[in-house]
């Protein structure tokens, strides 16, 4: 069936050194994927999304580009501030069953020591 | 436009008993789904709603039951209730189609005790 598999975390990290948060994903069909970020007793939040092979998807300084041919969507962001503390989530929207059921992955943890 | 609701935020209960969390959708949106998220299990997909009929079930035992309304407004019930059950219960909801996000509310965090 279709999957989500991210990096185990947590990630810790500098003030302003560069992040990359791998996701990987197996679906059938041709799904979107997502990138949901979730802070300390909250909800999530989308972040940036792509709905094709290539497209990247950017906000807030983070980007991420769909590989069909890796069936990678890695999250990356040049410079992370303290405020990026949060728990990230890879997901896909499966669209086989016409009824686009969301996947997570299990959701890495990053934190970011000024 | 307002977000997705949740209430209540916060709610304890002793095992046995049962719980009703609620969840009004952004306006528009007519499919809703319900997440529980644990630490150790993480985000896990319980079901989803569309015009008031359930189209997706997650592997949960039939305690845990859902309902939509013609609002598209949802609640979900847990009977008899376990310890186990206490974890943060996350509705989101969207429009339906491929390249759609779904919106989520804050949650109602369930403590059985």
């Not at chain 1, 994903?25 to 094709?52: I, M, R």
């Not at chain 1, 807030?60 to 990026?84: C, I, N, P």
């Not at chain 1, 989530?89 to 934190?111: E, H, V």
């Not at chain 2, 059950?85 to 909801?93: E, F, G, K, T, V």
Request: charged letters at 15%; one cysteine or more.
């Amino acid at each position: 069936g279709n999957s989500v598999t991210q990096m185990e975390g947590p990630v810790t990290l500098s003030e302003e050194a560069f992040l990359t948060i791998n996701c990987t994903y197996t679906a059938t069909g041709y799904p979107s994927l997502f990138w949901y970020v979730q802070y300390p007793g909250e909800g999530l939040q989308l972040l940036l999304k792509a709905t094709k092979a290539d497209d990247k998807g950017s906000n807030k300084g983070f980007e991420a580009t769909y590989r069909k041919e890796t069936t990678s969507f890695h999250l990356e962001k040049g410079s992370v501030q303290v405020s990026d503390s949060a728990v990230y989530f890879c997901a896909l929207s499966d669209p086989t069953s016409g009824t686009y059921k969301y996947i997570f992955g299990t959701g890495t943890r990053l934190k970011v020591l000024a | 436009k307002a977000g997705v609701t949740q209430t209540p935020r916060y709610l304890i209960k002793t095992r046995g008993q049962q719980v009703t969390l609620s969840c009004s959708p952004i306006s528009g949106h007519r499919s809703v789904s319900w997440y529980q998220q644990t630490p150790g299990q993480g985000l896990q997909f319980l079901f989803e709603y569309f015009s008031e009929t359930q189209r997706n079930k997650g592997n949960f035992p039939g305690r845990f039951s859902g309902r939509q309304f013609s609002n598209s407004r949802s609640e979900m019930n847990v009977s008899t209730l376990e310890l186990g059950d206490s974890a943060l219960y996350l509705c989101a909801s969207s429009l339906v189609g491929r390249n759609t996000e779904a919106f989520f509310g804050q949650g109602t965090r369930l403590t059985v005790v």
